[in-house]
């Protein structure tokens, strides 16, 4: 039985965008080798590894160490996800589950349903930062009729959490992360904790581990692929989270 049940792994700071929330501060970045040469080590612990950035589809070297990362993981049973923010280059990754990122600092929603509406079995994470309420329901409704939609509490960044969000959870394709449910079934103060170092962990570029892939806690850092059991030990040693401190939640009217 897996230990985790995922293992984030942001292998690249580079990316095009320039989102306010970006919890991606690192400026120094691993080579690519040593995540490929992670992966018989990660693999007694999981059954996941969730890829990310930066942009891990930035440029053609980047798309080919995905495409090389994921091959790799077959001969270990790990199956590979990989979120993006660019949807013209998601067919280029192949048999990786792939995620598209929609906010509004990164595509108008028209530009990114015209991208994405063709795209058959790719997810979208929606990050719950719209202004309007209502269009964010009709947004949802819209993309969930042809791809699962995962609802995203932003971090860092102040956010009403509205009550339609439990209506659009009901929809047999709309999912939700587990910080939103958590936030939703307990409010700020939860009565479990979240995955953070125990259910899942993330690795940066700069080969730092970290319990969740927000946090600037740095629990344990790589500096070879050997150190890897220690890293696990460390991440044993922290405390259960029954809130998440990088949440910047607004109450009040027509908010939950």
């Known amino acids: 039985m897996s230990v985790f049940e995922a293992i984030m792994l942001h ?57 090389r990362f994921v091959e790799l993981c ?30 509004e600092f990164k595509f108008n929603f028209r530009e990114f349903y015209e ?37 995203l509490s932003p971090k860092f960044v102040p956010f009403r959490l509205h009550p339609f969000v439990l209506t659009l959870l009901q929809h047999e394709n709309v999912f939700c992360d587990e910080c939103l449910y958590l936030t939703l079934k307990y409010g700020l103060r939860w009565k479990e904790p979240c995955g953070y170092a125990h259910k899942l962990i993330s690795i940066h570029p700069d080969g730092s581990v970290r319990g969740c892939s927000f946090s600037t806690n740095i629990i344990y850092k790589l500096n070879s692929c050997e150190d890897w059991e220690k890293a696990i030990e460390a991440c044993k040693k922290e405390k259960a989270r029954f809130h998440c401190p990088y949440l910047r939640y607004i109450s009040g009217p027509d908010g939950i």
């Open 115 to 151: 991208l994405i509406k063709n795209l058959d079995g790719v997810g979208v994470n929606y990050l719950l930062i719209d202004r309007n309420p209502m269009q964010t329901f009709a947004r949802v409704i819209l993309l969930a009729e042809h791809h699962p939609v995962f609802l």
């Open 74 to 103: 077959k001969d270990y049973d790990i199956r590979v996800s990989i979120t993006t923010a660019l949807p013209k280059r998601a067919r280029k990754v192949r048999g990786a589950d792939i995620s598209v990122s929609f906010d």
């Open 11 to 67: 292998f690249t700071t580079k990316c095009a965008k320039n989102c306010p929330f970006c919890y991606q501060k690192e400026r120094q970045a691993k080579p690519f080798s040593f995540f490929l040469s992670l992966i018989p080590h990660i693999a007694p612990y999981t059954d996941r590894i969730c890829l990310g950035g930066g942009e891990p589809l930035y440029d053609e070297k980047h798309i080919d160490f995905c495409n």
